[in-house]
């Protein structure tokens, strides 16, 4: 067995507490330090599945909030009783997806762990993880209420540079963080914004959202 096959630490701690996967505790880390969720509030999830984030945001902002999420792939999870998920399974480029998430919008805090498959190649894996992070950023600019924030994965390698200008130029303050729980050979980090800036930040979308 590899060790990215075996269960690790985090995979068994997961597991007992109900999550799907072990990047529940990478979102863990950026609540504690940043509250990027509020309690009742309206949450967009990219990149769901199977769950573990969705999850989290819905038993830690309570039944009065409403988690939206989307993915290609199906949920492995059942919201708490008399919390409210919506689920769509489907691509986030595609217009389906934009007018199901508009529909429920707008939203406080804007999460996406989204990730593409990979190559192997850092270039082009790069490249992938940068068009989801703009058509996340769209999304943000379209739905996202003014004071509200964002978690957004990132593939190191390419241009986030680029990525982290344009969350300055939306948020009041902007954070790159690399939670304990993503192991040490991965090439992902996390970009963090803090308090939207509303219209006067936003930018046109680059893709009709
Ligand atoms: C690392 S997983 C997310 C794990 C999730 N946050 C959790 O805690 O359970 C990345 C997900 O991004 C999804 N994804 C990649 N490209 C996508 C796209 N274009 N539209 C929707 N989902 C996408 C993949 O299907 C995959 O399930």
Request: aromatic fraction near 8%; hydrophobic fraction near 40%; include cysteine.
């Amino acid at each position: 067995m590899s060790n990215r096959a075996k269960p690790d630490h985090w995979t068994i701690k997961a597991k007992k507490m109900g999550y799907p996967a072990r990047s529940v505790f990478k979102l863990e880390e950026i609540q504690k330090k940043w509250t990027v969720m509020k309690r009742g509030g309206a949450i967009l999830d990219v990149g769901a599945a199977p769950g573990s984030w969705s999850l989290y945001a819905l038993r830690s902002t309570g039944p009065k909030s409403h988690v939206v999420a989307v993915d290609l792939k199906p949920l492995g999870i059942k919201a708490p009783s008399g919390h409210k998920l919506h689920f769509l399974q489907g691509d986030v480029f595609t217009r389906e997806s934009a007018e199901f998430l508009a529909s429920f919008g707008p939203y406080d805090c804007v999460l996406s762990d989204a990730a593409p498959s990979t190559s192997g190649n850092r270039l082009i894996d790069a490249r992938k993880s940068y068009d989801l992070v703009m058509r996340v950023l769209d999304l943000a600019c379209a739905h996202l209420g003014k004071g509200g924030n964002l978690v957004v994965k990132v593939f190191q390698g390419g241009d986030e540079a680029e990525i982290r200008d344009r969350i300055k130029s939306l948020f009041k303050e902007a954070r790159t963080f690399k939670p304990k729980a993503v192991r040490s050979e991965s090439m992902e980090t996390y970009m963090v914004g803090i308090g939207f800036l509303g219209e006067k930040g936003s930018e046109v979308p680059k893709n009709p959202v």
